[in-house]
């Protein structure tokens, strides 16, 4: 099996990213090996546009292609990254973070006061929304008490826990109020997740249907659940001439080939994350564009730690120690990224263990767990995935026969991602083949998946050692101890939590040559995309 070492990025404090774009360079390196102290690992040339050459030129609508819709856009309530990709040309939060650097956005200015429990948020007065009604503070609080409400189900409604009052001070003033020092407060109000919506469209209709309630370059003009969505130029953006396209038209197709074929014969212009083993092939044709090599998706087997046996971490633990990650890494992705042999987070990224918890497997140890949890002939189990999700279905694959080699007898259940949903919220499952996209900041992961009560955290698995030191982690201000903290954090989600994580992929957009102004942002964040425009 081949092994493909990846563009790395960096991580200091926030995660602060390098350019993910490789653009017409060479491929990753095919020879294993370990990260250099830059960042880097292999031979991948960095290159973007952040400063594309020549004038950028206004008009024409992109057509993204993407393997699967979205089931839920209300930018409160989604988990999906189809979401997040959407929904980022939409809405608009407070401030917005690229490569890890926090910007303006809806607020064109914040303070902070010296104790840390209180931030002050100046509105422009040019934010509109899709609706034609200014942005104001009184929409700023809506939002965020929208999202700590339990009736909308937000999945990160955790991370927002230690907000304990939101107050409009004029129409264009809002203070927020600390329970305590927030080391990722900017960063959380960064996120699609902390999206200021329109409060008229929200209570009328929902975000879930043909209208939005965003301010952002973009807005809805049509959806065909499944199949389409069309966005519109939104003339009265804030940021001068942008965006630059008068729209963007995404379609979704399941069919690795046909998204392929679709690419290279020029039916769209921007292939949103082809299939690993198209990659060498799109990267040859001279018609096309490629970038990418950075990681943003952790893929992982979630047990349901709310029923039996999984509810034992001896056999929790014989399923780590029985999984052998970079065969995992190699047949369900084509090499393309990094064995996870630790906790949630890549070694690069800020809060990780850097030492490996695990590597190769070590099946006599886990039979031996098993036998002292009292399953000394292993048992049956029933793993789901995604049906459409072909890398995830292979990762199942593999992960079926490794752990036959311990005596667990695995069942693939392959569903439609509307019915995973529906199961993975009600814990009507055993195993679940998943992902999770790297956020900002490990809070806004840490506490939606694996805290107790978080909207993320399938079966709901409780720790209180773990919850105590991410919770610890979000009020600790120096970069160091918080980073410790998180070590701490990850080593225990490893050894003894609910999820084997298994490995981060790579990333790669393709497009056509005419498609400039990529500006990718592994962190990972999609609003670029307001800045591409087409030389035609």
């Not at 409009?168 to 927020?176: I, L, N």
């Not at 007898?409 to 679940?432: L, Q």
Request: glycine share 8%.
């Amino acid at each position: 099996m081949r092994t493909r070492v990846l563009t790395k990025v960096l991580a200091v404090g926030v995660i602060s990213a390098l350019a993910a774009g490789c653009g017409g360079g060479e491929p990753p390196s095919k020879n294993s090996g370990s990260s250099s102290n830059d960042g880097l690992s292999g031979n991948v040339r960095l290159q973007d546009e952040s400063q594309p050459a020549g004038t950028p030129k206004s008009g024409g609508r992109l057509r993204v292609m993407i393997r699967l819709d979205a089931n839920e856009l209300d930018p409160h309530r989604m988990s999906e990254t189809s979401a997040f990709v959407i929904n980022e040309q939409i809405y608009e939060s407070l401030v917005q973070s690229y490569r890890g650097e926090i910007k303006p956005a809806i607020a064109e200015s914040w303070t902070q006061s010296t104790d840390g429990l209180s931030v002050t948020f100046k509105l422009r007065d040019n934010a509109v929304f899709h609706s034609g009604r200014k942005v104001t503070a009184a929409d700023v609080k809506y939002s965020i008490e929208r999202i700590k409400d339990p009736a909308t189900r937000a999945p990160r409604a955790r991370s927002y826990e230690g907000i304990t009052s939101v107050t409009a001070v004029d129409e264009r003033t809002v203070e927020m109020k600390l329970a305590k020092p927030n080391a990722a407060i900017l960063t959380l109000l960064s996120t699609a997740a902390s999206s200021i919506v329109d409060r008229s469209v929200a209570e009328a209709g929902g975000l879930n249907g043909s209208v939005d309630g965003g301010s952002g370059p973009f807005k809805i003009a049509s959806r065909v659940t499944g199949q389409a969505i069309k966005l519109d130029k939104h003339a009265q953006y804030w940021e001068p001439g942008v965006p630059y396209l008068d729209g963007m038209d995404f379609t979704f197709n399941p069919d690795d080939n046909a998204r392929a074929a679709a690419v290279r014969s020029g039916t769209v212009d921007f292939l949103w994350r082809p299939a690993p083993e198209f990659i060498d092939a799109l990267k040859r044709d001279e018609k096309l564009k490629w970038y990418g090599g950075s990681g943003s998706l952790s893929l992982h087997l979630r047990l349901n730690t709310s029923k039996a046996p999984y509810d034992n971490v001896k056999v929790r633990q014989a399923i780590f120690l029985a999984l052998d990650r970079q065969e995992i890494l190699n047949v369900a992705n084509s090499g393309f990224g990094t064995a996870l042999n630790a906790g949630y987070l890549p070694p690069d990224r800020f809060g990780a263990v850097q030492e490996p918890i695990y590597g190769k497997a070590d099946i006599e140890k886990a039979k031996a767990l098993l036998a002292e949890a009292g399953y000394p002939n292993g048992f049956e189990a029933k793993l789901m995935v995604i049906a459409t999700s072909a890398f995830q279905v292979r990762s199942a694959e593999v992960e079926q026969q490794q752990l036959a080699k311990i005596g667990i007898k695995v069942t693939i259940e392959s569903v439609e991602s509307t019915i995973a949903d529906t199961k993975t919220k009600s814990a009507d499952f055993d195993m679940y083949q998943s992902g999770f996209g790297l956020t900002y900041d490990p809070d806004e992961r840490f506490t939606a998946s694996f805290l107790s009560g978080g909207g993320l955290n399938y079966g709901n698995w409780t720790d209180q050692e773990y919850e105590n030191l991410v919770v610890q982690a979000r009020s600790e201000m120096d970069k160091d101890k918080r980073a410790a903290l998180y070590q701490q954090a990850e080593k225990i989600l490893a050894e003894r939590g609910p999820v084997a994580m298994t490995f981060l992929n790579a990333d790669f957009d393709v497009v056509q040559k005419d498609v400039m102004g990529y500006q990718g942002d592994p962190t990972p964040t999609y609003r670029f995309y307001r800045h591409i425009w087409l030389d035609r």
